[in-house]
């Protein structure tokens, strides 16, 4: 597969989540917010994934704050899907957490990331790649920002989950996409990572 380098679609896929994520930083530091979706784009082109996927990578938390803050489905085709190919809001729906199941029921916090995790089995491939890409930058993040720290309390104080919950997720996700039958080399990159957080959370 040919690597996917600069075009276009991805220049304005850039633009746009710059444009959302303008006045927000990372948790707990003053790095802008868009190196997370710049960083997943990177992982995503590092493994060769196609131009659609790529552009998944870069809106994925675009969409998932607007999934948040409550836009319909028609409004996230006419502002995410029309400009920037359904194919990627597609993708990048399938790994998002929801709100409600599909009778319309409010989830709760607990309840969505079960809802994530059941979801996966029917995640197509692209998908299982962006959720692997972004648990990968999630995960390498946070070692290193305790490998940075004599208070690694501060670090896991940025998550409602704190340590063990959140350490539990990342361990949750990479297991289950193994669960599924997602055996690309990403998820090798996953495990790794997620080791490693294991064994610094203490």
């Not at 040919?2 to 220049?11: H, K, L």
């Not at 599924?180 to 990159?189: K, N, R, Y």
């Amino acid at each position: 597969m040919t690597v996917t380098g600069y075009s276009d679609r991805i220049n304005h896929a850039f633009a746009f989540a710059a444009k959302h994520h303008d006045q927000q930083v990372r948790k707990g530091t003053r790095l802008p917010y868009l190196t997370q979706p710049a960083n997943v784009a990177v992982i995503l082109t590092r493994y060769g994934r196609d131009e659609s996927t790529v552009v998944a990578g870069i809106l994925h938390d675009t969409v998932a704050d607007a999934v948040r803050e409550g836009w319909t489905r028609d409004t996230l085709d006419e502002r995410i899907g029309r400009k920037f190919g359904m194919d990627s809001l597609e993708t990048i729906l399938a790994v998002t957490e929801r709100r409600s199941d599909d009778d319309g029921v409010e989830l709760s916090t607990e309840d969505r990331k079960a809802d994530l995790l059941t979801r996966l089995a029917t995640a197509s491939e692209a998908a299982r790649w962006v959720c692997a890409a972004d648990k990968v930058h999630g995960a390498y993040n946070l070692v290193f920002d305790l490998a940075r720290t004599s208070f690694p309390e501060t670090v896991w104080g940025r998550f409602s989950a704190g340590r063990d919950g959140t350490v539990r997720w990342y361990r949750a996700v990479c297991d289950r996409l193994r669960a599924v039958g997602f055996d690309a080399p990403i998820v090798d990159e996953l495990e790794h990572a997620t080791v490693q957080l294991e064994q610094v959370r203490e």
